[in-house]
């Protein structure tokens, strides 16, 4: 999977879990039900998570200035963000269409190209400690409890 495709699969799916989200806080809020609040959050959650990681890790490879990167991680806070800025850096050819640090490809010269060359090289291992660190910080923000109490 190119950084093309792997940072837009992300960014749509961030769109419709934020568009999940919304609505289930529009059926709360009308009164219809409050029950698929916490299944959307939950979802919804996991994905801004994994959307900021694969933010990141694109911006590492396709060598994004800061103020793009921190753009792309500000998108996912804003609903429906992640879309217009994803359209956006394709149109300018800011995501990459190969991995430059994968096998064959540029030497690693910082720590973090170096994770990511062997994030590259070895990529089951890699999804299996990625799914367990953001399961891990996932299930701490359930535990901290919702970002606003309910009334």
């Known amino acids: 999977?190119?950084?093309?495709?792997?940072?837009?699969?992300?960014?749509?799916?961030?769109?419709?879990?934020?568009?999940?989200?919304?609505?289930?806080?529009?059926?709360?809020?009308?009164?219809?039900?409050?029950?698929?609040?916490?299944?959307?959050?939950?979802?919804?959650?996991?994905?801004?998570?994994?959307?900021?990681?694969?933010?990141?890790?694109?911006?590492?490879?396709?060598?994004?200035?800061?103020?793009?990167?921190?753009?792309?991680?500000?998108?996912?806070?804003?609903p429906f963000a992640t879309l217009p800025f994803e359209l956006v850096l394709d149109r300018r050819g800011e995501l990459g269409r190969s991995w430059r640090l994968g096998a064959g490809g540029e030497p690693p010269r910082t720590l973090v190209e170096r994770v990511q060359a062997w994030v590259l090289r070895h990529p089951w291992w890699a999804l299996a400690i990625l799914v367990a660190g953001v399961t891990a910080v996932f299930s701490l923000l359930l535990w901290m409890g919702p970002p606003i109490p309910k009334s």
């Open 1 to 78: 999977m190119s950084p093309r495709l792997l940072f837009r699969t992300f960014a749509f799916a961030e769109l419709v879990t934020w568009a999940g989200l919304i609505t289930a806080l529009v059926l709360r809020g009308t009164g219809v039900s409050d029950a698929f609040v916490s299944p959307a959050g939950g979802v919804h959650g996991f994905v801004f998570l994994s959307y900021c990681v694969i933010t990141v890790f694109v911006w590492v490879n396709d060598r994004w200035s800061f103020g793009t990167g921190l753009l792309g991680l500000a998108s996912a806070v804003v």
